[in-house]
């Protein structure tokens, strides 16, 4: 597959399935995720990996953290969050590794971060892996940070939902003209 074969065409995959990626396909996507662009080579993100048990192991943190916030959770909602690490074999948890630095401010760094992560999808994808990138309130939850061992410089930009998926849907192709404009220097 060709680069830009490869970027017209990924699409985010929502159901996956086993087998998760390989070592030696972790280590592509890795690699891809260290050309991310990256003023004064900071390398302002890090990645977690959550497979087999360990995902249990998140998804009984989710329900701590809705829980701790004195939220009444029902048995089934409780039940329904527990299992939504489940939908992968795999998770790489995202994590932008903010930095003290004069030129480049946190949100170049939390950039860099996406840039990182979104080039780990695109190696997933080039080599037939599908691939999601969830957010949501888990991302953003103290109780999760801390679970999952941030300092307080650190943030959760993404769980990245890796594995196989049965089949790909069709990917639009969009008149892009609607994101497009010049700017002439008159306001």
């Given at each position: 597959m060709d680069?830009?074969?490869?970027?017209?065409?990924?699409?985010?995959a929502p159901v996956l399935f086993e087998p998760a990626p390989s070592k030696e396909q972790l280590n592509v996507m890795f690699n891809a995720a260290l050309r991310a662009p990256d003023h004064a080579g900071l390398q302002p993100w890090r990645f977690l990996i959550i497979e087999g048990d360990a995902r249990n192991n998140l998804g009984e943190l989710f329900v701590k953290a809705i829980r701790t916030k004195g939220n009444d959770l029902a048995e089934d909602k409780a039940a329904k969050l527990q299992k939504k690490p489940m939908r992968a074999p795999m998770i790489v948890v995202a994590i932008a590794n903010i930095q003290q630095h004069l030129k480049v401010p946190e949100v170049e760094q939390v950039i860099t971060a996406g840039c990182a992560a979104h080039s780990l999808i695109l190696a997933a994808y080039a080599q037939g892996l599908g691939a999601m990138w969830r957010t949501g309130e888990m991302a953003f939850d103290p109780v999760v940070k801390a679970g999952l061992g941030l300092q307080a410089h650190e943030q959760v930009i993404g769980f990245l939902y890796l594995g196989t998926a049965k089949r790909m849907r069709e990917v639009s192709q969009d008149n892009v003209g609607h994101v497009f404009s010049t700017w002439n220097g008159n306001s």
């Open positions: 680069a830009i074969e490869l970027l017209h065409n990924r699409v985010s």
